[in-house]
């Protein structure tokens, strides 16, 4: 069964701060990664999708990286502002004719605070 | 561009009774998925579609179910709402591997 975990749980930096948010999942056949972010009372909004044949994906000041035989994924974040401050969760979906295809497994999250 | 929308936003009700929290899509994506959201759990996947009339059971299905007789719209019913079932459900859509997500339903079951 695959599993995703977030690390940190949590992260407070200062406003300006780049950083990294780190994704890792047991099972390597996946299909795709995705991360989204999810502010307090609301829904998930996708930030970048990673196909399996991808290594990074790149958004304005967000930049995602994939490397599947170790299981890992990271988030980076350029200069870091308040507005950033979210649930920023990690999903993989399952290969093609797998049970698990369509589907996601999510991470619990990682809640960030940028302050001023 | 309303993308999903789902109703109520916020529901009470008492064990026992059957609720159905509702999906609506302003898209066509063939795919359509129900998730619960839980402290110490994460989001789990309840049920999904891949298109009308076709759903099939994801993580946690025991205590609810799903119909789907149109493709915009996928409803969730708890057929006997339980304390446990108190949480926050999300419904999502699937276009070219990506999921979006509509803002959520927080039901409290007392």
């Known amino acids: 069964k695959q599993e995703v975990t977030q690390i940190p749980a949590a992260l407070s930096v200062p406003e300006g701060e780049n950083l990294v948010l780190n994704c890792s999942f047991t099972d390597s056949a996946i299909y795709n990664l995705q991360w989204f972010r999810q502010d307090p009372g609301k829904g998930l909004t996708s930030l970048l999708l990673?196909?399996?044949?991808?290594r990074e994906q790149t958004s304005g000041r967000l930049n995602a990286s994939l490397d599947k035989s170790s299981g890992r994924s990271t988030l980076y974040i350029a200069a870091s502002q308040p507005g950033d401050s979210a649930t920023y969760l990690c999903?993989?979906?399952?290969?093609?004719?797998?049970?698990?295809?369509?589907?996601?497994?999510f991470g619990q999250g990682t809640i960030l605070t940028v302050h001023p | 561009d309303a993308g999903i929308t789902q109703s109520p936003r916020y529901k009470i009700t008492e064990t026992g009774r059957q609720v159905t929290l509702m999906c609506h899509q302003t898209?066509?994506?063939?795919?359509m998925f129900w998730y619960r959201q839980d402290l110490g759990h994460g989001l789990r996947l309840i049920y999904y579609?891949?298109?009308?009339?076709?759903?099939d059971k994801g993580e946690v299905p025991d205590g609810y179910v799903v119909s789907r007789s149109k493709t915009e719209n996928f409803p969730l019913t708890l057929e006997s709402a339980t304390r446990s079932q108190t949480s926050v459900y999300f419904c999502?859509?699937?276009?070219?591997?990506?999921?979006?997500f509509g803002p959520g339903t927080r039901l409290t079951v007392t």
């Open positions: 579609s891949a298109a009308a009339d076709i759903t």
């Open positions: 999502a859509s699937r276009r070219e591997e990506e999921q979006y």
């Open positions: 999903a993989v979906g399952g290969l093609p004719g797998g049970t698990s295809y369509g589907k996601l497994t």
């Open positions: 990673i196909q399996s044949s991808q």
């Open positions: 898209w066509s994506h063939s795919y």
